[in-house]
């Protein structure tokens, strides 16, 4: 075996030199350089510990190297990990009965990142239009929200509001109005005869975990039902147990027609999303439509079929819910004027600064020096997502350095 040495015995500031001089400057990452993992706690190349509050954006949900995740990994990686959709393989049927079964669904469509199941969910919603709800040729519209986050293909950010992820990058795929998340009137005036879809995040998650008005997506689906519009939730984010119900809609008691799900389904080892959807829906795409030449491969297939029997127990959706409430209680408890507002639902807070406070990101970096990993967004908002393996001392830990940084 071949161990590259020269690389293994690099320091974490001649890493962050590799990537300034040789990878796009296409992100901002915190000045840490994670080596191994485990659990809630990661170790940088140069030996000291911090524990992740951000879980790779919900991907880590199960925590860093789960041994039942990574078993199934090995297993598999020695049997068989990519067939390509022209043959069949073992795992992508149970997967697909599996991850149904879980949703309370008929049927998945199977690819690899986030966007790709946004990407998909448009093109489901679009042939839907044409071929069952007779829209004509070419007028499919899909309703999407102010301050949306979907993914960066060329199509998703070009019904982004975000100017950052558009400027540049044009010209843009039509047939997308926004209207403003949150907002029942809004959505009803936009919804025509050609309106395909509404894509929506249960919660908004780089937005700053905006939670929507109470009743707002009752509401929604009872307005998509009349007017035979796709209710499309993206749960990329929000879904799989961070919440504290295994999808974030369920907690407004209602059943989208449409669920894009991404990041933890592939339990943070292979990239794995999903549209999953009711079997007519599904039935749109004929052999040849569309498709990916990883999308279903074994490998992630395994990965997310251990990912859905460990969702079943409920026990990872109660501790969301439980430590999630403390997480808060306790946030929110904090003596300071620094803070402006705190939200969130399960493991999933945002701790949003009032702007005299200075940006989030000087409130992350600082926790980063007291060992704790956490990442702003949308500038005045720092997130908090652990794994939802954390224990509610690991809560305790971080609190500490949180309370210190903000007091
Ligand atoms: C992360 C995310 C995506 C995109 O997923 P990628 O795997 O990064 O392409 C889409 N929608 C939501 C809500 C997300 O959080």
Redesign the pocket.
Known sequence: MTVDTATAQLSGAQHIELVETFAAHNYSPLPVVVAKADGVWVEDADGKRYLDMLAA?SAVNFGHGNAELVEVAKQQLDRVTLTSRAFHNDQLGPLSRELAELCGMEAILPMN???EG?ETAIKTARKWGYTKKGVAPGKAKIICCTDN????TTTVISFSTDPQCRDGFGPFTPGFEIVEYGNIDALRNAIDENTVGFLV?PIQ??AGIIVPPEGYFKQVRDLCTEKNVLFIA?E??SGLGRTGKTFCIEHDGVVPDVLIL??ALGGGIM?I?AVVSSREILSVFTPGDHGSTFGGNPLSCAVARKVVEMLKTGDYQQKAAELGDYLIGRLRAIKTDKIKEIRGRGLWVGVEFKTEAGPAKKYCNALMDAGMLCKDTHAQTMRLAPPLVITKEDIDWALERIEKVLT
């Open positions: 954006y990142t986030g966007a946004v986050f979907h993914g960066r995040e998650g780089e993206d990329i984010q991404g990041k990239p999303s």
